[in-house]
C-alpha cells in the first residue's frame, strides 16, 4: 500500500513558477514509475508527465513540454514537478499517481493517487 500526500500549490501570477511535491509512504514507492495529473473544472483529469523508477526517463504531455520538468529522490521517497513560466491555462487541481499498470499516460491505470494541491495561475 502507497500513500501519497502532494504539497506546494498556490496561487501565481502568469509568467510565475511553483514546485510541487508528492510524498509517499510505503516502502516499494521507489518501485513504482509515478505521475502528475491535473484536472480543471469541468474537464477530464489530463496526464502533465510521468516518470520512471530510477528516474533515467520521462514523458511531458505537448502542453508543459519545455516548460515543466518531473524529477524524484527515491531515498526521501519524494516526486517533485517543477512548474515554470506558467500560464492561466495551467489552472487546476494538480495530483500524483503511482503503479501504473499499462500506459503511463492514462489515468485509469494508475492504482495509487493523493489527494491534489490547489494551483492557480492569474493573467
Known amino acids: 500500500q502507497v500513500h501519497l500526500v502532494e504539497s506546494g500549490g498556490g496561487l501565481v501570477q502568469a509568467g510565475g513558477s511553483l514546485r510541487l511535491a508528492c510524498a509517499a509512504s510505503?516502502?516499494?514507492?521507489?518501485?513504482?514509475?509515478t505521475g502528475w495529473f491535473r484536472q480543471a473544472p469541468g474537464k477530464e483529469r489530463e496526464f502533465v508527465a510521468v516518470i520512471s523508477v530510477s528516474g533515467g526517463s520521462t514523458y511531458y504531455a505537448d502542453s508543459v513540454k519545455g516548460r515543466f520538468t518531473i524529477s524524484r529522490d527515491n531515498a526521501k521517497n519524494t516526486v517533485y514537478l517543477q512548474m515554470n513560466n506558467l500560464k492561466p491555462e495551467d489552472t487546476a487541481v494538480y495530483y500524483c499517481?503511482?503503479?501504473?499498470?499499462?500506459?503511463?499516460?492514462?489515468?485509469?491505470?494508475?492504482?495509487?493517487w493523493g489527494q491534489g494541491t490547489q494551483v492557480t495561475v492569474s493573467s
Open positions: 510505503g516502502r516499494t514507492f521507489s518501485s513504482y514509475p
Open positions: 499517481a503511482a503503479d501504473p499498470d499499462g500506459s503511463w499516460s492514462d489515468a485509469s491505470d494508475y492504482e495509487y
